[in-house]
Every structure is written in structure tokens, then in C-alpha cells.
């Protein structure tokens, strides 16, 4: 859900050559080395600087040089706890085509068998507006939505002879990625998500309307690389497809917490003047909530039993950030206000002065490299994580109960218990309880974000999303 820091731009010095930050060894590293061996036979070039960015799935940023000519690339790996809904090829087949009608992306170059991975154009500018003023973030934008309506308004069927994910019939347009999400979660879910079933039942109550919608989309919108005004290219489109165009209209609510697009309904009037029809509010609505859903659907079984490589904390708070995303858009439908959700004081356990010393311990080195403090700013995480639990997670853990009592009419004994039996209500009630759930969801929800880090923490704060109404 949070923002991508996909391409760079490369630092140089005089003359214009490369700062090499970190010459390529073939031995420190396996992926790395085959990273480069392939650069270097297929792009026939040398291989002048090559690193690993310090992010959740591999990606490698690279300079070859090949005559007289610097190529700056990006090569983008598969992602180790989640196998996607789209496979990488996919991702691959779907920029390329959009480059080739003349959509801003970056530039494919090729594919890599080992480690799967395919190789681009590394962009600059920026992915986001925090050196930006309003009206220069504004211009950006008003570019942004004159692509997305191009971009839609572009003929499918190229797209869909080549491979492109495309729905039976153009009505079901806005659900072909849903159900791919929704196919995964069940193939590997792993433990009761009463959330989640709460959710999913209440789309499949409340379906929508498509009048025929389809258009070539991007789906996990607001990702872009932008400099003086101007898009440089779209980025980041494991999500693609052909699906409703009325879904990327509605994906970067989420992102808009975090970068900071504008107004929503001046973006929406901005677009709906270059696509030459009204913007559908409603399905932006629908939409918006079925992709709040996304990182649960996509993290459930990483979080139950995450992966050697699994970067879990941001997994973890992209979920229980999102996740209160969609509560807060269900509340709103159903027509009822959400109250604040007290926290106990904090408890002093036999085990808080380790708990204190495992966190100090864990602090990344400030003389490490990159890589190495991402990788150890992963554990600091886990640690601030469940030590805030040893101060306040039996209370919450307590409190959930006691709301699943009032539910039920039974106080299960453990929260396994309790996770178990809500979900089984939540199947068979078929709606009846909606407000009901909503308020208690909004309840757990906060409290899980609350255990994330520290009081009044980066990892625990709550940015709410612009509301339609």
C-alpha cells in the first residue's frame, strides 16, 4: 500500500560518469552476480555499478556501459511472500505493450530467467511532491489524468491477443482481479479471518452494476516518477490488466495518505474532461473498498507463517492500516459514525527491561551499508512490535473478548477461539448484523494498530482517507 521508491536517478560527478557506489563482485552475492552476467551477455555492455535497493521484493539498480552509451536500469525481481495475482511475465508484457502505445513507462529491455526478473529503464524525477509546490503537484497531476484517460481509451484487443488478463465479457470487467485475489487467499489460507470473510460476503451482497466498462488499467494507480511539472512514466504495474477503468480512479485513495495527490473530485473533473464522460462515483466507491482488501487478500498467509525473507512488519501495517481503511468506507455506506477506540496504560511485565534492551540492541548500525540497516531496521521492528504487545496486549486481547461476548452471547475462551467463532457468524449471518460488525471490526482493527510500535508512532498512527460524501 505505501509508497514505492521504484527507479533513481543516478548521482553523477564531473565529467558525467557514474558515482560506482558499489562495483559488481560475482561471488558476494548469487542473484546479484547472475543479475549481472545476463546484463552484460545480453545488452552486450560492461557492468559498472550494480546494487540491491533495500526494499521487501529484489530489485537491482545497474550501469552498463555499451560503446559511448550509459544505460541506467532497474531490474525487477519476484516478490518472496506473495506470489502475486499476476505473474511477473505478465507485469513485463503489459509495460511493454503500454510503451509501445505510447503510454509514459519505462523502456523494457528484456527478461532474465535467473533470478526472474525483467530489466528496464531506470527513471528519475520523483515519486513524490515533498520538494513540490501545489500548483507544480496540481500540474503533475492534471498530466496524470490525461494519461489515465488515454490510457483507456486505447483498443483492448491488441492487448488482450498478446495475453493480457481480460474478463469473460466487459460487464465483468471490475471483478476479474478480485477473484484472482480472492483464489489465492483460499488456496493458501492458513487460520480464520473473520475480517476479511466479513468483507468479501458483503461485495458479493452488494455487486456492481457495470454497464459494459473495460479499458487496458493499471489497478494499483498513483505510482509514478515525475519531474517540472510532468509525468516521466507510470511505474509499478504488477496489477495490470484490462479490467474497469472506474478501478484506477478509485486504487491511489489509499496512496493519497501518504503522497498527497489534491482534491479527489478535482482529479475526477480533470479526468472526465480528457475521457469525454462523467466520472461513476458509485463504482469508485465499490472499487474503493474492494481494494482495501488487497493486502490482506495478498498478506494472510505470509503474516500466519511469513517467509525466511518476509519483511513482516510492513506487511503487517500495510494490513492493519488498510484493513481500517475499509472499515471506515463501510461505515460510511452503512450510515454510521465510528467512535474512538480507548487504550489501556501500559503493564510493566517481568520481561520489559529485555524487551527494552532487545530494542536498543536492534537499532540498524549507522555505519552499515543500505541493505544492511533495511534488513536490521526489520527485526528493530518485530521487537518495539511485540514489546508494546507485553504492555498492552493481554488488555486488548481481553477487550476483543469481551466485545465478541456481547456479540455472541458467549465469551470465548482464547482469541484463537474467539477469531474462529466470529468468523463462523460472520458466514452465517448474511448480513443481518451489518452496523453491528462494522463497530466491532473498527474496534479490533484499531487495536491491532495500536500494538504495532510505540504510542503515537510512525507504525501506529492512522491517516484517514478523503471521504466521498
Known amino acids: 500500500m505505501g509508497p514505492r521508491r521504484h527507479c533513481e536517478p543516478t548521482p553523477r560527478k564531473g565529467g558525467g560518469e557514474p558515482i560506482a557506489s558499489r562495483l559488481v563482485s560475482k ?3 548469487g542473484e546479484l552476480g547472475h543479475v549481472a552476467d545476463w546484463l552484460e551477455s545480453e545488452l552486450d555492455g560492461r557492468v559498472v555499478r550494480i546494487e540491491r535497493q533495500p526494499r521487501w521484493r529484489p530489485v537491482w539498480f545497474a550501469d552498463v556501459v555499451r560503446g559511448d552509451e550509459l544505460l ?10 506473495f506470489p502475486g495475482i499476476f505473474p511477473l511475465e505478465h507485469e513485463m508484457l503489459c509495460q511493454r505493450l503500454l510503451d509501445e502505445h505510447g503510454i509514459p513507462v519505462a523502456h523494457v529491455y528484456g527478461w532474465c530467467d535467473k533470478p526472474r526478473a525483467f530489466v ?39 492487448f488482450a491477443r498478446a495475453g493480457v488478463t481480460r474478463a469473460a465479457t466487459p460487464a465483468q470487467s471490475g471483478d476479474v482481479g478480485m477473484e484472482r485475489y480472492e483464489r489465492g487467499y483460499r488456496r493458501d489460507k492458513k487460520r480464520p479471518d473473520p475480517f476479511l470473510e466479513f468483507c468479501l460476503a458483503w461485495l458479493r451482497r452488494h455487486p456492481l452494476r457495470n454497464p459494459g466498462r473495460e479499458a487496458v488499467i493499471v489497478w494499483d494507480s498513483g505510482q509514478f516518477h515525475q519531474r517540472d511539472g510532468r509525468i516521466l512514466a507510470l511505474l509499478d504495474l504488477e496489477l495490470a490488466h484490462i479490467g474497469d477503468p472506474m478501478m484506477d480512479l478509485a486504487a491511489f485513495r489509499m496512496r ?8 479527489f473530485q478535482r482529479l475526477y473533473d480533470t479526468y472526465a474532461a480528457h475521457a469525454g464522460h462523467p466520472v461513476d462515483l458509485d463504482a469508485v466507491e465499490h472499487h474503493h473498498i474492494a481494494f482495501t482488501l488487497s493486502n490482506q487478500l495478498a498478506f494472510h498467509a505470509a503474516l500466519a507463517e511469513p517467509p525466511d525473507a518476509s519483511d513482516h512488519m510492513t506487511n503487517l501495517q500495510w494490513c ?12 460510511d455506506v452503512v450510515g454510521i459514525e465510528l467512535e474512538p477506540v480507548p487504550v489501556p496504560d501500559d503493564e510493566v511485565s517481568p520481561v520489559a527491561v529485555a524487551h527494552e534492551h532487545l530494542v536498543r540492541s536492534l537499532r540498524p548500525p549507522p555505519d552499515s551499508d543500505e541493505f544492511t540497516r533495511y534488513r536490521t531496521r526489520i ?11 507485553d504492555q498492552v496486549g493481554r488488555q486488548l486481547v481481553d477487550a476483543d473478548l469481551d466485545d465478541l461476548a456481547e456479540l455472541l452471547g458467549r465469551r ?3 482469541w484463537q477461539d474467539g477469531d474462529a467463532d466470529l468468523e463462523r457468524f460472520v458466514l452465517e449471518d448474511d448480513g443481518r448484523h451489518d452496523a453491528e460488525l462494522v463497530v466491532l471490526f473498527h474496534r479490533r482493527l484499531w487495536r491491532a494498530q495500536q500494538l504495532l510500535g510505540p504510542a503515537g508512532s510512525a507504525m501506529t498512527r492512522h491517516l484517514p482517507i478523503q471521504r466521498f460524501a
Open 120 to 158: 528496464m529503464e531506470r527513471v528519475g524525477g520523483a515519486n513524490d511532491f515533498a520538494a513540490a509546490t501545489e500548483a507544480e503537484r496540481d500540474a503533475v497531476m492534471d498530466d496524470y489524468m490525461a494519461i489515465l484517460a488515454r490510457m483507456h481509451q486505447l483498443d483492448v484487443e491488441p
Open 320 to 331: 492493519c492500516e488498510t484493513n481500517l481503511f475499509a472499515v471506515e468506507a463501510l461505515a
Open 256 to 263: 493519497d495518505t501518504v503522497i498527497g495527490y489534491g482534491d
Open 72 to 81: 541506467e536500469l532497474c531490474v525487477r525481481g519476484d516478490r518472496h511472500d
Open 412 to 414: 470465548p475462551a482464547t
Open 27 to 29: 561471488t558476494e552475492d
Open 379 to 389: 527485526a528493530f521492528r518485530l521487537a518495539r512490535h511485540l514489546q508494546r504487545f
